[in-house]
């Protein structure tokens, strides 16, 4: 089984590239974050929580998000993998994908890391927040913080990824073509 986790910072493209990847090569896109927006247009409980916290620009409690992977993985599906828009963004978190996969007899082939200088992040997400709705990419603050956090809680995630030989760094920036052409390059070499 084919399994990429999609990583990089706010506003690098993972959501953009995901599904470019999710039909070049037939597999499920897992986006957190769009499993949280559904919770959080459809006001559940879980929604109105998921929200307070995004609007801070902090990161969703392992518990929902791991909570919310599983159930996409016991989902009944024929596909040849899975790709991680959003997840994981901890080491737990990864830990968690980990033992998730196990139980599925599979594991991660891949961490694609998108990188992206930090002015550049900001233009883009600040860019999107004009057409977006989103609250967490109309305010230059909340942006800041946003790319704090990835890079105090979610950076660290590189050298776990890293340590298994399963880090692959990808240029960023570029036309949208150009940069999954390196992403599916890197996939094809594995």
């Known amino acids: 089984m084919l399994n990429l986790v999609l990583f990089g910072p706010p506003g690098a493209g993972k959501g953009t590239q995901a599904i470019y990847l999710a039909r070049t090569f037939n597999l499920v896109h ?5 499993l ?6 459809a006001k559940t409980d879980l929604g109105r929580m998921a929200d307070e916290i995004i609007s801070k620009g902090e990161l969703v409690p392992d518990s929902i998000v791991i ?4 159930a ?11 790709i991680f828009d959003g ?3 901890t080491v737990p978190q990864a830990k968690a994908l980990d033992e998730l996969l196990q139980k599925h007899n599979s594991k991660v082939s891949v961490m694609l890391c998108l990188e992206v200088d930090k002015l550049e992040l900001i233009g883009r997400l600040l860019k999107r927040g004009l057409t977006s ?3 967490d990419d109309a305010d230059a603050a909340t942006i800041e913080n946003r790319i704090n956090v990835y890079n105090e809680k979610t950076a660290p995630l590189i050298n776990y ?7 692959h760094q990808i240029q960023g920036i570029g036309e ?5 052409a390196r992403l599916k390059e890197a996939v094809l070499k594995l």
């Not at 897992?30 to 769009?34: K, M, Q, W």
């Not at 949280?36 to 247009?41: A, D, G």
């Not at 909570?67 to 599983?70: G, V, Y």
């Not at 990824?161 to 880090?167: I, L, P, R, V």
């Open 87 to 89: 997840f994981p963004r």
């Open 67 to 70: 909570s919310m992977i599983e």
């Open 176 to 180: 949208i073509d150009e940069i999954a």
């Open 36 to 41: 949280l927006r559904q919770e959080i247009t």
């Open 133 to 135: 709705g989103r609250c």
């Open 30 to 34: 897992l986006s957190t974050g769009d």
């Open 161 to 167: 990824y890293a340590e298994q030989g399963k880090y």
């Open 72 to 82: 996409k993985l016991n989902t009944p599906k024929t596909t040849v993998g899975f």
